[in-house]
């Protein structure tokens, strides 16, 4: 069994960044510009914006946090949305979700210019991706098909078992991976799926992407499987200064034997899906000069 270190990767495309930073810099060119709206004080939310902007400061971006209270009005949002959208000194930025449930994700994601979203969710890149038209992917699908490059797995014409159809990570990482090109045979199961467990059993790669702590377990994966962890469930544990950790959606400690290759939480595709927002983010850059 071989641990995917998302972690290292992560760092080694970080600094290759770092590096394309530089010598634009040299060139006369400005930094990459991320913004961020945070809205409201949800404990993942902050970690997840605190991660992105301190990854801008390691390969040299500016970045820009725009807080504003739950209670804020959905036109207020959406006039911060345009603003950004006019600013030419942003590059690309992101809407954290989850919004509060007085605001409309989906109108405020139509509203961000589809050269702007680095995060892949306007539905004109959600559109161009599905027929392989350059596009921006959504951080979690990229992450992955780059660690499965990185590692070298072979995908062609092989079984993959998605568990999860969101439209962030299971339906597209389902499309990315049934290209042609890249040619995996892909099934998506979800909550209505029955047998899971026979299907997920076939499968050559297995992605766990269902938000449910330890939902894998060893007898729902063939031996010698590739396994890719995508849950980032906080679970409180007594045995961190934070109070909680972070739980995968697989069993890892009866699932590991098993593998061929699989990726731990933390470390595995967590790290991945800030790098790709910087890879998203240097594109936006590089077309906006
Ligand atoms: N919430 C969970 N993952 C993401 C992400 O990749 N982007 C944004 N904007 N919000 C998220």
């Not at 699932?255 to 967590?270: D, R």
Request: proline residues 5%; hydrophobic residues 40%; aromatic residues 4%.
């Amino acid at each position: 069994m071989q641990l995917i270190d998302g972690k290292k990767i992560a760092q080694t495309i970080k600094e290759e960044i770092a590096e394309t930073v530089k010598s634009r810099i040299e060139k006369g060119e400005k930094p990459p510009h991320l913004a961020a709206i945070l809205v409201g004080h949800d404990g993942g939310s902050e970690t997840y914006v605190a991660h992105k902007v301190k990854a801008c400061e390691q390969v040299g971006f500016k970045s820009t946090l725009i807080r504003f209270e739950d209670n804020v009005n959905e036109e207020v949002l959406l006039k911060k949305v345009e603003g950004l959208n006019k600013d030419n000194d942003i590059d690309g930025f992101i809407v954290q979700l989850p919004l509060p449930k007085t605001i409309s994700e989906q109108r405020i994601i139509e509203a961000i210019l589809p050269e702007k979203d680095v995060d892949g969710f306007h539905p004109v890149n959600v559109g161009k991706m599905s027929i392989g038209l350059p596009a921006f992917i959504s951080a979690t699908p990229a992450g992955i098909m780059e660690l499965l490059k990185r590692y070298s797995i072979e995908i062609s014409g092989k079984n993959v078992v998605i568990i999860g159809r969101s439209n962030i990570v299971g339906r597209p990482l389902s499309i990315l991976l049934s290209q042609k090109g890249v040619d995996a045979t892909v099934t998506v199961c979800h909550s209505r799926t029955k047998n899971l467990d026979k299907i997920s059993a076939n499968a050559d790669i297995l992605v766990a992407a269902i938000g449910i702590p330890e939902f894998v377990t060893a007898d729902m994966v063939k031996e010698g499987a590739v396994v890719i962890d995508v849950g980032t469930s906080r679970v409180k544990s007594d045995k961190t200064k934070s109070g909680w950790k972070l739980k995968g959606d697989v069993k890892f400690n009866e699932v590991a034997p098993k593998c061929s290759f699989i990726t731990p939480v933390p470390g595995g595709v967590g790290p991945m899906t800030i790098v790709s927002l910087l890879q998203n983010t240097l594109i936006a850059a590089k077309n906006n000069s």
